[in-house]
């Protein structure tokens, strides 16, 4: 009986790899390496919720207001993987993109270590071992999602767009999360946090070797090598320089990357205004635990619509979907503000979510478009930086307004905040296109009109009428061409 279990586990697994093979191959994905790269990637996220549920705390089983100095605290911690990346391992990346396989390889190791140094410092209980290497792991973590964004393009098929990959990616990262948390959740109360993390070192060392066998091309070429080709050139020398001014990243990256710090900071506003409202009992209708838990399910439903939703984005304007998810975000919210009842509640962790995730992806393939290589890694750290802390600042702003208000009030205040937000946008917006379609009035209006030329007359005289007559079986005139300069031709 056991024998045949397990065979029909083992074939049942090997049914389910071939046909995740299948989809993350799809459209000649398989061809570019974008399937190697949805395949370490989703591993990769099932490594990190492995270790995020060895580590998994006891925060809501403190008090209520011993507990909001614990988020505030957690939320302040949030912010050093973010201070790191942006300006230090950004540009680290971009000096070595003709070596992004070892970069990407490097964090999965790196981070197997420290999980294996994690696990030997849970059973004496040695924080100051386990603190420096968990923020290191997200620190690692992050310089992979940045590594991994920059080179999509490189794998892109011609088939799919960027917003179609990067939800691709996305998406099956999400999948694997979500049967790795309660995977590691049960091992770690059977038989302990350790055992976790130590299966968490395992399946990092073996992505590295994965990582290091994506194709080549996945990696750009080496400046030094780029020099020498163009040197010499004109047409390079005339071009200019591109500078790293990673504050001066063109106004279509501004526009997505302004309407998504303020759906990060909805998103973070909610999360932990919603919980301690539950924990206040300032939400009625079901038990405070059972409340939380349609919460989580109702954020994670959106997370993953909005992924999916992105998925289906063929040949949509990346842009355009950016001020759909604000747009829909503030909608939504001002309906809860109207009427704010749990259900009410449950519709907008779960429209905050879907916004989150479809605005973040569009924003990805708008600097995947925009931005040059040499400075891709750099501003995609940049972006996550502005995107992590509008997200810890509107946790904190929840934490402050639990205390003293109700959820109309608090929903109120994040409905006018959305709402500057989208106004200040579509007034910059049109101001832009106007100023665009000036600028092609001007250049039109500034060419030299093309002067009608008379027909010369005939030899004859005006009362000239002899016509040419053309046959039409005569033979085309002959064509002379220049000679050929090998004799030999």
């Not at 004109?234 to 759906?263: C, D, F, H, K, S």
């Not at 608090?410 to 200040?424: D, N, P, Q, R």
Request: proline share 6%.
């Amino acid at each position: 009986m056991t024998v045949r279990a397990g065979r029909g586990a083992a074939s049942g697994t090997r049914r389910m790899g071939a046909a995740s093979r299948r989809l993350t191959h799809a459209q000649g994905a398989g061809r570019t390496g974008l399937g190697q790269l949805i395949e370490l990637t989703a591993l990769e996220s099932a490594g990190d919720a492995l270790v995020t549920a060895a580590l998994a705390g006891t925060l809501f089983k403190l008090p209520v207001n011993e507990a909001r100095g614990q988020v505030a605290l957690y939320l302040l911690i949030t912010m050093i993987p973010f201070v790191v990346v942006a300006p230090f391992v950004g540009p680290v990346l971009d000096r070595f993109r003709y070596g992004r396989r070892f970069v990407m390889a490097g964090t999965l190791f790196g981070r197997g270590l420290l999980c294996f140094a994690m696990a030997a410092a849970i059973m004496p209980g040695d924080v100051f071992t386990i603190f420096p290497a968990a923020l290191a792991v997200l620190v690692l973590s992050k310089a992979y999602s940045v590594s991994r964004a920059a080179i999509m393009p490189n794998v892109l098929p011609a088939d799919i767009a960027l917003v179609t990959a990067n939800a691709r990616v996305a998406l099956f990262a999400l999948v694997t999360a979500g049967v790795a948390v309660p995977v590691g959740a049960g091992v770690s109360a059977w038989l302990g946090a350790e055992w976790t993390l130590r299966a968490a070192m395992v399946l990092f060392l073996l992505l590295g070797v994965l990582a290091v066998r994506l194709p080549r091309h996945v990696d750009s070429p080496d400046l030094d090598v780029l020099d020498e080709a163009l040197d010499g050139d004109p047409e390079a020398e005339a071009r200019p320089a591109r500078w790293r001014t990673l504050l001066n990243v063109g106004p279509v990256v501004t526009e997505a990357m302004t309407a998504n710090v303020a759906i990060r900071l909805y998103s973070g506003f909610l999360l932990f205004y919603l919980l301690f409202l539950v924990q206040d009992r300032n939400l009625p209708g079901l038990a405070p635990p059972v409340t939380i838990a349609l919460l989580a399910v109702a954020a994670g439903v959106g997370g993953l619509t909005g992924t999916t939703v992105a998925s289906w984005t063929r040949g949509r304007s990346p842009q355009v979907i950016v001020l759909l998810t604000l747009a829909l975000a503030l909608v939504t919210t001002i309906a809860s503000a109207v009427f704010f009842t749990l259900w009410t509640a449950v519709a907008v962790a779960l429209v905050a979510a879907f916004a989150q995730g479809l605005g973040k992806l569009a924003l990805d393939a708008i600097v995947q478009r925009e931005i040059g290589e040499e400075v891709r890694s750099s501003t995609f750290g940049v972006v996550e930086a502005f995107l992590q802390v509008s997200w810890v600042a509107g946790g904190l702003v929840g934490l402050l307004l639990s205390l003293f208000t109700d959820g109309t009030a608090g929903l109120t205040v994040m409905a006018v905040v959305l709402a500057g937000s989208l106004g200040w946008l579509l007034v910059r917006r049109r101001r832009r296109v106007d100023e665009r379609d000036a600028r092609v009035e001007e250049a039109r209006a500034s060419q030299p009109q093309p002067q009608p030329q008379a027909e010369p007359e005939p030899e004859n005289g005006p009362g000239n009428t002899t016509t040419t007559v053309v046959r039409r079986d005569a033979p085309a005139p002959e064509r002379r061409t220049k000679p050929l300069t090998n004799p030999h031709g």
